[in-house]
């Protein structure tokens, strides 16, 4: 009987300790909850460093979602080295996280670090090979940079997942008479007009070719 009785009161000091632990749990989710919805408020309203101090008073770093938010904001605020970090310390908690990726890429651009920028779109595809998002963006580097055959291999991969979509449509129509394969950017161009009868990129390129 004694010993039934020291169980029980273990029992109830365990159960006493993991109320408590329950409770400090529910109180830091609320605090974490409040600070995002600040964070929010004041981004609506312009006030990004207050924005950004509402989820530094609760930082943590192994919080995803914190620095992932935080990447978003420091961007915002023009203060691309620390939205760099906050970005990649979210990838390094969540390495397949295609948003955090998708976030770095903004910073990344503003510093003019296209290798970083490619990575980061590569990775992605390695992630989720058929996202046009980041094929087309691969494609618009390349045909920035004059490699016209790199952007040809990106936005086909894109009008084969999207045939009439006019933005795949337009820039492989544009790839391909960089590339002097005139007859099928006849095509792509008429196709593009199709979709969007107004579209002036489609028509100027359909005078170029008459």
Known sequence: MEILKRNVGSLLVV???LNGATAVTAQDTNKKISAFQESYIREASGELQKAIDAL?????EKSY???LR???LTYQSGLFTESLAYYNKAITLMPYSAEARFGLVYPASAMGNWGSVISQYEKILELMPNNTVAMHRLGLIYYGRGEYEKAKKY???VVNLYPFDYDGLIMLAWTSYQLKDYGKAKVLFNKALMNTPSGSS???GLDLLK
Do not use: T, V
């Open 56 to 60: 530094k008073g609760i930082y943590d």
């Open 65 to 67: 979602e914190i620095n």
């Open 15 to 17: 159960l006493f300790l």
């Open 155 to 157: 936005f086909e991969k």
């Open 202 to 204: 489609a028509q100027e």
């Open 70 to 72: 935080l990447g978003w």
